[in-house]
Each structure stands twice: as structure tokens, then as C-alpha cells.
Antibody, heavy 118, light 108 residues
């Protein structure tokens, strides 16, 4: 069965960095587009980044220049390098699988919490 | 950026009753709209895509309708497990992909 497992979250000071990972299993990872979506405490969902199977990348404006999405198809893994973190980046970060034809999400990980605080 | 607006923010419904949730787009998204259900402490789950197609394993009491800028998610007879927050998401015009603010369906 499809599984997505995020890791790497934690407490970081403003201006710090963190790298999130998402381990995928149960499907041919290299065939699928992937995204990172976050949810601030008590708030709604915010899409933040996408990477296609061939490496096309998009970001929401609020993270451009600070976050970098990448993937390693050999390791069935998705990554999010987060630099210059701010308090408003505090959220649960989900990785999600795009259906491959249209840009909605059929599988989600359980999420990893990132807290940015001094 | 397409702004998605959901209403109401909170909907109080008795078990067995019908729930009707609305989602409005700031410009046409055709039928490129998905609905998700999220329970506390869990990841969202895909319910509906293409505005009206149920995802795999989703019960028939969930139905979606609409196109363009106005969409509706209907839960025909609420079960205890349906009390949750529901989000719509457009995927017609992006980046960015955008979600609505959510509707919380709670027990009346």
C-alpha cells in the first residue's frame, strides 16, 4: 500500500535551517509528481512547493528563495530544505502525492511539525 | 492567485441529517476542484476530484457538484465519523495551488 512518511521536523530558532524528508513506498515514486503542503496550528492548508517527475519545480511566493524542494528517485525520497526560517513557518508539513494527471493529492503523509521559536 | 472561499466556517448538524458545504472561487476553475476531509490529528483525505467524482473508497453519501466558480459538497446523511473539517482545493490555474479556509462540521 502507498505510504508517505515525513521526518526531520523539530524546534529551530528564527533564521535557522531544517531539512525535511519524506520516504515513499508502495508505488513507483519516480513516476509521480510530489508536493509539500503545510498547516499552521489551528489554520487551514497551504500548498508550498511541487516537483514533477522530471524535476520541474514551483513554489508559493512566501517561501521562494528560502525553501528548496528536491527528490532522489533512487532512494524513493522527497526533501524540503528550509532556510531563513521565520515564526510564521511554524506548521505541520505534509508531503503529498499528486495523482499524476491533475494537481490534486490522493495520498498524504502523517506530517512533521516544525516550530520556529527563540 | 485564485482565492477559494468556503462557507459557512462552521456547520452544526445532527446525525442523520444532510450537510451542504459551499466553496466559491474568485475566478473560474472549470471542474478542476477537489474536496478533502480532515479529522483532528490526521492528514487530509481526498474525497472528491473533478468537482463530482468520488475518490476510491469514499461512501456514496458524499457528493460534489458545481463548475466554474460555485461548488457544493453534500453529505446526504451524516454519520458520526463524518464530523470533521472539509477543504476545497482548485487545480485549474497554478501556481499556486490554493485551498479554501475550511468548513468545520460539528455535532448539533
Amino acid at each position: 500500500q502507498v505510504q508517505l512518511v515525513e521526518s526531520g521536523g523539530g524546534l529551530v530558532k528564527p533564521g535557522g535551517s531544517l531539512r525535511l524528508s519524506c520516504a515513499a513506498s508502495g508505488f513507483t515514486f519516480s513516476d509521480y509528481y510530489m508536493s509539500w503542503i503545510r498547516q499552521a496550528p489551528g489554520r487551514g492548508l497551504e500548498w508550498i512547493s511541487y516537483i514533477s517527475s522530471s524535476g520541474t519545480i514551483y513554489y508559493v511566493d512566501s517561501v521562494k528563495g528560502r525553501f528548496t524542494i528536491s527528490r532522489d528517485n533512487a532512494k524513493n525520497s522527497l526533501y524540503l530544505q528550509m532556510n531563513s526560517l521565520r515564526a510564521d513557518d511554524t506548521a505541520v508539513y505534509y508531503c503529498a502525492r499528486d495523482t499524476g494527471s491533475y494537481f490534486y493529492f490522493d495520498y498524504w503523509g502523517q506530517g512533521t511539525l516544525v516550530t520556529v521559536s527563540s | 492567485e485564485i482565492v477559494m472561499t468556503q462557507s459557512p466556517a462552521t456547520l452544526s448538524v445532527s446525525p442523520g441529517e444532510r450537510a451542504t458545504l459551499s466553496c466559491r472561487a474568485s475566478q473560474s476553475v472549470s471542474s478542476n476542484l477537489a474536496w478533502y476531509q480532515q479529522k483532528p490529528g490526521q492528514a487530509p483525505r481526498l474525497l472528491i476530484y473533478g468537482a463530482s467524482t468520488r475518490a476510491t473508497g469514499i461512501p456514496a453519501r458524499f457528493s460534489g457538484s458545481g463548475s466554474g466558480t460555485e461548488f457544493t459538497l453534500t453529505i446526504s446523511s451524516l454519520q458520526s465519523e463524518d464530523f470533521a473539517v472539509y477543504y476545497c482545493q482548485q487545480y485549474n490555474n497554478w501556481p499556486p495551488l490554493t485551498f479554501g479556509g475550511g468548513t468545520k462540521v460539528q455535532i448539533k
